[in-house]
């Protein structure tokens, strides 16, 4: 697929009217300046599903699932970025222009649409095996149906054969015009002494999908017990594979999941196929033991509700639990099932009827913490030290939940199954709490790789706070760098609404400055960075498109509001011209005009600046940056709406020179007071050394104070308010 130029993509956006594009979807009424209709991303019987047509944005209030058009449609039809705006295009007659790309750029397009060119015919080719020739029906047919597998599912999860031959893909793809260099990029042949061979003879084969359905890799299982080769050979990572970012079955499970908004978490092939074939088909396979960021990241999309099905081997569960820890930090909500002695899901699915399954699951199902205690005290329930392991072992885990009030439920849960006070639990979790946001790292990661995959496979003993990329939801912090990142989100929320609006409005450009000037030189000035890597990067980027790509909007801004203000004028002093008597009345009314003038060029100019960060924020290309503009966007939306809807409260723009300095002001307070708890700490250990430095220990007491100094009159600008803040 060819890059869509960026003018090409402004001209979809300002093309496309949200009202439109939702209402293929939903049916929507008029209801006052908005538009209301039953929600798509979650069951409803009364609409609460609202689109404004003239913000360009949708968002729900039950759900709170929100966006512009390009991420309703991501959200809903699973599109990627690019396909939504060629929907778009479509929709409204556009002609896509692709960019002419660098030759970069253009080697690294055609070498995926190769790849995927070659893969797609590769993944043919080992159905026709199958299907069509002796070896493959005798063989490989023969092992699926001996597995209990029928025809429906070998054609739908498109399973194959490869011959136990030397060359026989590799001879049909260069017949057909396929170059080497692709099909061993693509893992399908490999080089010898001899020559190239098919890397995967004599195997039964998986294709694995993306989540359009694309072939992007295989998994090619021996059946012969030579023990010197291999079980599995999969396909190496590729411009279109990226193992760690992939699910086996997501895209056949897909629409199962949203709809029952739950996922069953499997390991193998056969255990998603098994299922699917008994009529569960909400399953996937992270194909090993080992889930990575990025396939949580891929399932959320689809689901929070996670159930990992688990074998009775004790040995494999106890390898696993670290894992969970990252479902958990990512705000999922996981279960647990263990099956009967002996089974896994495969034979489980095999051997059991639908509803014995679907029974099974439903009775044995177990949230994880309560499964992670139990499985933990086993055989220590009479050692005092090994349970006071176990206590560690589970606080670890309720420590890296974001949410709050899970949190409170999980300690609850586990001071009942451990017979411990909850008030000592709770306590000794805020140790735990501190200690994973001591481990968590802040920006410099961030900075390191900003664009990395999140591939960190999760090995049994990652901790997970060291294997996390940034995270959209709120890292857990101690109190204090939680109130400084609550900070920080006011400041990028309103950077992502109003960056480049006026908020000194001067007659001239050099009179004025912008929103994100006025924050960028006062975070400058006292030298203050953000501590959640995501806002920061959200930060840069406004910085990186101010200098950049808004400076076109911004000047043609000014040239509408200027065109405005001349027209204002040229209009009065023809009726001045007309109608005023004498000469003290004209000069009235020019002042009075030279008003009107300047109030329709600020309202034209402020307009037109306010679209230009909020636009390109809520079209942003990457996932994770434009769910999170969309909420805050969005939220305010929300507000604002309640806020009008019966009596004139003053905007949010309107008090934006007030909201903006207050919420710069209370960053700089949180600052403080993080400088203050480290000092604190400092102090402190400094003290209780066996070789204390009195002289230094009073220097950094009078540091203290004066940060405290600072800290009162910080206290005293903002008010009242920001010492009641929680
Ligand atoms: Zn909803």
Redesign the pocket.
Known sequence: MKRIDRETVQRILDATDIVEVVGDFVSLRKRGANYLGL????N?RTP??AVSKAKGIFK??????GGSAVSFLMDLENMSYNEALRYLAKKYNIEIVDREMTDTEREAETERESLIAVLAFAAGHFEHILADTEEGRDVGYAYFRERGINDRMIKKFRLGYSLDRGDSLLRDAQSKGFSDKFLLMAGLVAQSDRGLYDRYRGRVIYPIFSVSGRVIAFGGRILSSDKKKAKYVNSPETPVYHKSNELYGLYQARQAISKQDKCILVEGYMDVISMHQLGIENVVASSGTSLTIGQIRLLHRFTKNITVIYDADPAGIHASLRGIDLLLAEEMNIRVLLLPPGEDPDSFAQSHSLTEVEEYIAAHEVDFISFKTRILLEGVENDPIKRAGVVTEVLRSIAVVPNEVMRAEYVRQTSRMLGIDERTLALRLTKEIAAVAEKRPYSDEADTQPDAPATAAVSATASPAVTAQPVVSAPILTSVDRRRRQCEQAIVRLLLKYAMVQINAGDTPDESFSMLEFVASELETDEIDFIDPLFRRIFDEVVAFAGGEWKDAVANARVKADEVRRRILEEGHEKIRREAEGLADIEIREAQLAEEADAGYFATLDEALENISESTFLSHPDDTVRRVASDLIVEKYQLSKIHTKYVHVATEREMLPELVSRAVMELKYCVIDSEIAAAQALIKAMSSAPDADPAKIQALVADLQSLFQAKSLFAKRLGDRIVTQK
């Open positions: 929600c798509p991303f979650h409803e609460s599903f729900c209030f039950s759900c709170g699932k």
